[in-house]
Nanobody
């Protein structure tokens, strides 16, 4: 299993970013996927999930209405569109299967600051 996150960066409050996660080594189209985040000195937090075929989604209350998870099964890629970003969204973001597995990528850092 390989998961490669990208798309993070420094953005001002209220801004947007789109994260991508390229997956390989497993049956992506048959797997539910998720995004997690971990801020310094905090536990890893489940941000969003998406089912395999139907594309049903769920979100943490802290991001509901601002973040959108999506997937492209033809590209083995899952995305996280993040709008109206807040300083509290600052964290390293990781994708994973769902339920979570022990396979983690390197993550992508998102910093929301003016």
């Amino acid at each position: 299993v390989q998961l490669v996150e990208s798309g993070g960066g420094l953005v001002q409050p209220g801004g947007s970013l789109r994260l991508s996660c390229a997956a390989s080594g497993f049956s992506f189209s048959r797997s539910a996927m998720s995004w997690y985040r971990q801020a310094p000195e905090k536990e890893r937090e489940l941000v969003a999930t998406i089912t395999s075929h139907e594309g049903n989604t769920n979100y943490a209350d802290s991001v509901k209405g601002r973040f959108t998870i999506s997937r492209d099964n033809a590209k083995n890629t899952v995305y996280l569109q993040m709008n109206s970003l807040k300083p509290d969204d600052t964290a390293a973001y990781y994708c994973n299967l769902y339920p979570v597995t022990g396979y983690w990528g390197q993550g992508t850092q998102v910093t929301v600051s003016s």
